[in-house]
């Protein structure tokens, strides 16, 4: 069951990111991601958000990403402590490199599936370890932004702690399908481990 899905009507949330890439283009990831949540009934929200992404990798030009976008998100359905989400974002992406190779922008579709379960408590209520499971995939809609180690598809596992509405932790181990180089359509899989700060007010 849920919580504060419906507690509020609008509320902006704020997650901080850092992730270490381990097998392709080893890498750290920083990210600041506010965003928007705009409640539509208990079961639908509508989120427009603002990305900031700096990659600071090992063997490639470091880059700077902004994202702006625009999602909307389904609570359904619910199965005991079992829930499931569905999330979809339309994202504009402003890339600059390093290396004085200019900037691009890009348009990208993203859906995400995600079963959440609570593990302590019944709901996710305050003071409850939560386990998430998820799959997403990746839509470019044109070539503008090079697509060097892109994930194709994702999948994953969230360990986190709700100590209340306003603050939230959690860790990821992340499976990316990603492309090898820019150049070449042959796939690989990286690792990716996350670790999450989550602020809503």
Known sequence: MRFFVSKYRIWIRNDIDFRQALLVNPSQTYALRP????NIGNLLDFQPGIDLWYVNSNDMANTTELRTWQGVRLH????GRVMFEH?????QRFVYTSDDSGKEMGLRSRYRLQVRTSINNSSLTD???YCDLRTEFYFPHD??????????????????YNKNYKWRY?????????????????????????LTLRNMF
């Open 35 to 38: 965003r928007l949540i705009i």
């Open 127 to 129: 003071k409850t370890f």
């Open 143 to 160: 070539h503008e932004v090079a697509e060097t180690f892109a994930s194709t598809v994702r999948a994953g596992v969230n360990i986190g």
């Open 76 to 79: 359904w359905p619910d199965i």
């Open 87 to 91: 999330f979809y974002r339309f994202e």
């Open 170 to 194: 959690f860790a990821s181990f992340l499976v990316d399908r990603v492309k090898n180089t820019a150049e070449q359509d042959r796939l690989a899989n990286n690792y990716i481990i996350s």
